[in-house]
């Protein structure tokens, strides 16, 4: 069983940054590949970034590919997306998910834990 935290949401205005951060319980997190979703009002949740196990490969989501990026601490059980240029349109609440395999994709089912969320507002 793995149990996942976010923090780092908050408020910031267009064009700024934020890093959230994912911490996980158990002792095999380095076994799991990882990722972050986010769902905003009345949309489906969706992927934005995920990597993997080994802290090696990272994958992106089109809309956010070039401002945010992923990383993994795995001595620290910690994951963190970092968030730059920032858009009204981020804004959602962003998820942390971990999945039982080196690689899970993009696909929200490939992933067996997830998180209770933090919210990202962007301001225009």
């Known amino acids: 069983q793995v149990q996942l935290v976010e923090s780092g949401g908050g408020l910031v205005q267009a064009g700024g940054s934020l890093r959230l951060s994912c911490v996980a319980s158990?002792?095999?997190?380095?076994?799991?590949?990882m990722g972050w979703f986010r769902q905003a009002p009345g949309k489906e949740r969706e992927f934005v970034a995920g990597?993997?196990?080994?802290?090696?490969?990272?994958y992106y989501a089109d809309a956010v590919r070039g401002r945010f990026t992923i990383s993994r601490d795995n001595a620290k059980n910690s994951m963190y997306l970092q968030m730059n240029s920032l858009k009204p349109e981020d804004t959602a609440v962003y998820y942390c998910?971990?999945?039982?395999?080196?690689?899970?994709?993009?696909?929200?089912?490939?992933?067996?834990?997830w998180g209770q969320g933090t919210q990202v507002t962007v301001s225009s």
């Open positions: 998910a971990a999945g039982q395999r080196a690689y899970s994709g993009s696909a929200s089912r490939r992933y067996d834990y």
């Open positions: 158990g002792r095999t997190f380095s076994s799991y590949a």
């Open positions: 990597i993997k196990w080994s802290s090696g490969p990272t």
